[in-house]
């Protein structure tokens, strides 16, 4: 493609500088600094028509007649063409627009504008207006899809986003170019390009290439380059037969291609190597018209696309193989001598490989650039295999270019992963750096701003209390980019320079002295990547893999290695939570790992090198720590997740911030997170991902939500508060476990509904028929809610349900007792059976042990005269008066175990009378075995253990009446009567099995259950006649639990006046159980709370 380069002539002052043809190619229309619009008719034309549009023009755009153009007062004005006239104003914005396009029917108008949004406006009716936000940072570029559906932008965020314009959503965004603050501080204007008519591909200029992605499925298909483009390309404009690319870079250098070939066709090089700023075609292909960023304008001419460009895309493949010579012999600098052109340039360019790293970035950054001979038939170049096939070559119109690669069909294909970029250190609560006004930090202590423009270069710290401390104001004359903020200090951190370390400060504003500001510089090579203040510390991330702790006061503390690059830090009290990349990602996704270490007294790590959990192709946008001290973070897609301590250290999902975004380029911009009150602090961010710092953003509070499912439904809504009840509430066991105080009044009103929501759930199992789950509710309540529950259970007639109930209340009573027993057995006891289990005794031991020996006996002589007859009636009601001894025995429980009460003490043998051989031997096969003890009765009661215990939970009860008799007499006597209920119930089961003891039951006085057994028996037996005894008694036991507590107290008032001689009855005693007063007393230091069945058993702990 032979062409002509013009001589460059002057158009406007020095600026940017735009060109366009008309329609029909008559007039090279172009706009610069001066605010002029110039109408040449050619390159020669000495006095062109202008027309004055502004202060400045930034852009403009030709089509049917309408002239647009973009100026310095923030408007796209329109005018006539090419009389000039003003024709209105199609829109405005907060500042200046930056770029503006036709569509290709001439109907609408899109405008970049620097307040980062863009608008597509109607040409007829400037009313009709849609905007499109979603980019952080001024526009660059936009271009229009040839079928008008999508449009696609370009911004200093670095972002590349095609938008549905119908919809106003982003369809797809590509994070590409390198991230400045402005348009005059961009590296390149990244002019996008829609391939016209067809609109198969967008071509976007990425560093010194130019990206080719196709329509629709926005894959990214291939890449066009030039070893000879050294500078990141500008511009980009396909010819209007949509087969050729041209792209001007900033080096001055003007690179054509054709696409079906991916092959160079023209090379041109500005005369003076200015940078190109815009790229125009002639409607016919044959010229391009070009303008620099002084202001010049020039022109190639004779492109001649039709016939010259197949032939030249064809010299390779037909040149004879005798002409190699000539294919090395060039001299290669012949394409750099002004205003010449080597049209011999595809030769060169036919064999090299121009898509090296279109699938797969090498790692070392390294493009790999080798050539092979493609037209020599008895020979293949290894180096020259391609890790991608053309996929251009499947297009209909690629003739001129299939001749080009006979080999490309035996290259091989990499299908698999392409690795991710990894993210990014950044600090949490922070916008990005490369905006001129942005948060530094923003958390519940306070907000730092920074501002870094023309006029200042400052930083503000505010506190959200005033009693913290008051505003400051900073001068940024080091130019920190990271900040933190706590209670005790601000911290600041910049990166290093040529001739400055990268510095740290601190500036410790609840310090008691004078000296409130200290500053620590890392060493050369070493930056700061993220930093944090805790309780009494900060903590500081590098790139060389260090973390380095420092004392709020400036002491230099611990130093240890990173597993990873530093994503971000985070410290709360004594907490330090470390994000990193614990490995490369694939696919779009992060490989991130975390570790959580605690400071204090006691350092520990609580989590070592666990995965970061994130939503698929998403990456870390916060983190940080509840108010509670809980660890919670933030991902892209808006997923909130917490710790959940009680469940391993895993993470779960409590919210998600997209659920309550309008459009899908709104976000929520998390500050903080509460526990209780269960609130998530952020700031609705409308078309973008962060917050302006002016006007201030207003906090809005977000609610938590367990992603259960099924939330719709009142069983789901009572899941989900339960649940999340409880994992908003396990950092009070936390906290208590790290010595710090808690809210019992807050922790028992959680508690108490968490209960509450269990019953509501067991209500609506219950309704439902499902008692099964009602079981599995029951057994995540307490055993006051288990007896509510069996209560509503017997009420609702669901007797089955209820007697299952009773079992867990039973189980969990006597979990309740092992719980509690360890707190009361005394000190002595378990001292005695410590010692015991040591394998030698030393005599400082033993003298130990005699100490206490007299210690106990003085104890329990004094503690003999406090005994009452609630004591004295824990007996065996089968025992004889005259098996006795008079003088109890004192030895200790820990030295022989415990004596059996049966057992006479001179002659080791029991008293036994013709009215109890039956009563002697259940509790001899008791005592031998414990285990075999529900069995050594009748072979016809097997249920006889169970029958034993039910009444469990009235121990605690029994506990407390043993304290207050102590102090009355008089109540002593009324809570005996009472506490004999147990024992009187317990023989219910003996009664039936063995005749002889129903002489001995019928002396004592009935209790108020055998009251109410009696009178019910025929009811239970009516509901249920295939139960014997044993079961009878068990179903009754059930049904008297499920009494109010008014009503188990009035039938016990009845029992007590149906026994008038229950007083008499206790005197006879007394002088019977004088004899073993020693060892109930130990029973009784043993466990105040022991039931009668446990007591029972207690006999068989030895047989001595």
Not at 167 to 179: A, F, G, H, N, R
Not at 560 to 584: D, I, K, M, N
Not at 861 to 890: I, Y
Request: charged residues 25%.
């Amino acid at each position: 493609m032979p062409c002509e380069r013009k001589p460059m002539r002057y158009g406007h002052s020095e600026g940017h500088t735009e060109v366009c043809f008309d329609d029909t190619g008559r007039y090279i229309v172009t706009c610069g600094n001066d605010g002029d619009v110039r109408i040449w008719e050619s390159l020669d034309d000495d006095d062109p028509k202008f027309i004055t549009v502004g202060e400045k023009a930034y852009s403009l755009a030709l089509k049917k007649g309408k002239l647009v153009t973009a100026s310095s007062s923030n408007t796209v004005q329109i005018h006539t063409f090419p009389d000039g006239d003003p024709d209105g104003i199609l829109t405005r914005f907060t500042t200046n627009a930056t770029h503006v396009t036709f569509n290709h029917s001439g109907t609408r108008v899109a405008a970049g504008s620097s307040d980062f949004m863009v608008k597509v406006v109607e040409v007829s009716d400037s009313s009709q207006q849609k905007t499109l936000r979603g980019h952080e940072a001024p526009v660059l570029s936009v271009t229009f899809d040839p079928k008008d559906e999508y449009l696609a932008s370009s911004s200093c965020d670095g972002s590349v986003v095609v938008w549905s314009i119908e919809e106003q959503t982003q369809v797809i965004s590509w994070p590409l170019l390198q991230k400045t603050n402005d348009v005059s501080n961009a590296t390149s204007l990244c002019r996008l390009a829609f391939q016209p008519a067809a609109g198969k591909f967008l071509a976007v200029p990425v560093e010194t290439r130019v990206h080719l992605y196709e329509r629709g499925s926005w894959d990214h298909v291939g890449s066009l380059s030039d070893e000879l483009l050294t500078q990141p390309v500008n511009v980009a404009s396909w010819s209007p037969c949509g087969r050729f690319l041209a792209a001007g870079a900033v080096g001055g250098l003007l690179t054509i291609w054709d696409v079906n070939s991916r092959l160079v066709v023209e090379r041109q090089k500005h005369e003076k190597g200015f940078t190109v700023c815009s790229l125009a075609w002639h409607p016919s292909g044959s010229q391009i018209a070009y303008t620099d960023t002084e202001g010049c304008l020039g022109l190639l001419d004779g492109l001649g696309t039709s016939g010259t460009g197949t032939d030249s895309t064809k010299a390779p493949a037909a040149k004879p193989a005798n002409d190699y010579d000539d294919l090395f012999d060039e001299d290669d600098d012949r394409l750099m001598d002004e205003g010449l052109s080597d049209a011999n340039s595809p030769v060169k360019k036919a064999a090299e490989d121009e898509d090296d790293d279109d699938f797969l970035i090498p790692s070392t950054g390294r493009v790999r650039n080798r050539a092979a001979i493609l037209n020599d038939e008895n020979s293949l170049d290894t180096g020259s295999l391609k890790l991608g096939q053309d996929k251009f070559g499947d297009d209909d119109d690629d003739d001129a270019g299939s001749s080009v690669a006979p080999a490309a069909a035996q290259r091989p294909v990499y299908d698999g992963p392409v690795p991710t970029p990894p993210q990014k250190a950044f600090q949490p609560g922070s916008t990005p750096a490369h905006l001129t006004h942005r948060f530094m930090m923003w958390n519940s202590v306070g907000i730092v701003r920074g501002y870094n423009d023309e006029q200042d270069n400052a930083i503000d710290v505010e506190f959200h209390d005033t009693a913290v401390h008051h505003a400051m104001h900073l001068t940024n004359s080091l130019g920190h980019t990271m900040a933190d903020l706590s209670q005790e200090a601000v911290l600041l951190a910049c990166p290093s320079t040529d001739d400055l370390a990268s510095k740290l400060q601190c500036l410790h504003f609840s310090c008691w002295d004078t000296s409130k500001e200290w500053m620590v510089d890392l060493p050369q090579g070493e930056d700061v990547k993220a930093l944090c203040l805790g309780q009494g510390w900060a903590a500081v991330a590098t790139s060389a893999l260090l973390l380095r702790l420092f004392s709020v006061g400036g002491v230099q503390r611990e130093i240890f290695s990173l597993p990873g690059p530093v994503v971000c830090l985070a410290g709360h009290g004594e907490q330090l939570l470390v994000v990193y990349h614990r490995a490369t990602g694939f696919d779009g996704e992060q490989a991130l790992g975390i570790q959580l270490l605690q400071f204090g007294r006691r350092k520990r790590q609580l989590m070592n090198g666990e995965p970061l959990p994130l939503s698929p192709k998403s990456y870390l946008s916060w983190a940080g720590f509840t108010a509670e001290g809980t660890p919670c973070y933030v991902d892209s897609n808006g997923l909130v997740r917490m710790l959940n301590r009680a469940l391993g250290n895993t993470w779960t999902p409590v919210c998600n911030t997209r659920e309550t975004c309008k459009s899908k380029s709104d976000h929520y911009w998390v500050v903080g997170a509460h526990e209780n009150p269960q609130q998530l602090r952020c700031i609705p961010c409308k078309g973008s991902r962060y917050p302006p710092t002016l006007p201030r953003p207003a906090v809005a509070i977000l609610p938590f939500k367990l992603p259960l499912c099924q939330t719709g439904t009142e069983k789901g809504q009572m899941e989900e508060q339960y649940w999340r009840s409880v994992l908003f509430h396990n950092h009070y066991s936390f906290l208590s476990s790290s010595g710090y105080e808690v809210d019992e009044a807050a922790q028992t009103q959680s508690d108490k509904e968490q209960q509450e929501l269990l019953m509501k759930m067991f209500a609506l199992s219950c309704k439902l028929e499902r008692e099964f789950r009602c079981v599995e509710l029951a057994e995540l309540m307490t055993q006051n809610v288990v007896t509510l529950a069996i209560r509503y259970a017997s009420r609702s007639r669901r007797m089955n349900l209820a007697q299952r109930l009773s079992e867990i209340a039973l189980e969990k009573s006597t979990q309740l007792q092992e719980d509690e027993e360890p707190e009361d057995e005394p000190e002595f006891s378990r001292d005695r059976r410590f010692r015991q289990t040591e394998p030698y005794n030393t005599r400082q031991n033993e003298e130990e042990e005699q100490e206490e020996d007299e210690e106990e006996r003085v104890e329990e002589e004094d503690g003999r005269e406090m005994e009452t007859e609630e004591t004295k009636r824990r007996l065996n009601p089968f025992a004889k008066e005259s098996g006795f001894p008079a003088k109890p025995s004192l030895t200790p429980i820990g030295r022989v175990g415990r004596s059996n009460p049966f057992k006479v003490a001179d002659s080791g043998k029991p008293t036994s009378s013709s009215g109890q051989p039956r009563a002697s031997n259940i509790l001899d096969n008791m005592r031998s075995s414990r285990k075999l003890a529900p069995l050594s009765g009748s072979a016809g009661k097997p249920g006889k253990g169970p029958v034993l215990k039910p009444l469990a939970p009235r121990a605690k009860a029994k506990a407390q009446s043993t304290l207050l008799q102590i102090s009355s007499n008089k109540t002593a006597n009324k809570k005996t009567v009472e506490a004999a209920e147990p024992a009187a119930d317990l023989q219910k089961q003996p009664d039936a099995a063995a005749p002889p003891a129903e002489n001995t039951e019928n002396k004592r006085p009935k209790t108020g259950f055998q009251l109410w057994l009696d009178e019910n028996r025929k009811i239970i037996i009516a509901d249920n006649p295939d139960l014997d005894e044993t079961d009878v008694i068990k179903e009754a036991m059930g049904r008297f639990r499920t009494l109010s507590a008014d009503e188990r107290l009035s039938w016990t008032e009845r029992a007590k006046g149906q026994s008038g001689d229950a007083a008499d009855l206790k005197k006879r005693k007394r002088a019977e159980n004088e004899a073993v007063e020693s060892d109930e007393s130990n029973a009784r230091k043993k466990s105040s709370s022991l039931d009668s069945s446990s007591k029972l058993s207690a006999f068989a702990f030895s047989k001595n």
